[in-house]
């Protein structure tokens, strides 16, 4: 089992920046994936950005965030953070932290992740 823990939310104006950071832990070994969700109210939940493929550190964003976040990790410590610039007030959203077992299956698709953090709200204001 993997736990997941975020932290770094909250409220921001638009334009300002946040730094969100998720923690794993128990079996990190199994960790083969690791990345950023968001699900805003009324919408679905969709990829931000991720390592599609932990150990080689290839990464991936969602359109919508290119050029304004990046992603970063503490590969020792299991640890990823999100680097958000720029924000909008459409980027107000729950984040979620997930992590899955292969680096096979999408990145981009919410159903094959194996582990989800509680989630942390970030709201940014117009």
């Known amino acids: 089992q993997v736990q997941l823990v975020e932290s770094g939310g909250g409220l921001v104006q638009a334009g300002g920046s946040l730094r969100l950071s998720c923690a794993a832990s128990g079996n990190i070994l199994s960790i083969n994936a690791m990345g950023w969700f968001r699900q805003a109210i009324g919408k679905e939940r969709e990829l931000v950005a991720g390592?599609?493929?932990?150990?080689?550190?290839?990464?991936v964003f969602a359109d919508s965030v290119k050029g304004r976040f990046t992603i970063s990790r503490d590969y020792a410590k299991a640890t990823v953070y999100l680097q958000m610039n720029s924000l909008k007030p459409e980027d107000t959203a729950v984040y979620y932290c997930a992590a899955k077992k292969d680096s096979i299956t999408d990145a981009f698709i919410v159903g094959v992740y194996d582990y989800w953090g509680q989630g942390t709200q970030v709201t940014v204001s117009s």
């Open positions: 390592f599609s493929r932990w150990i080689s550190g290839t990464t």
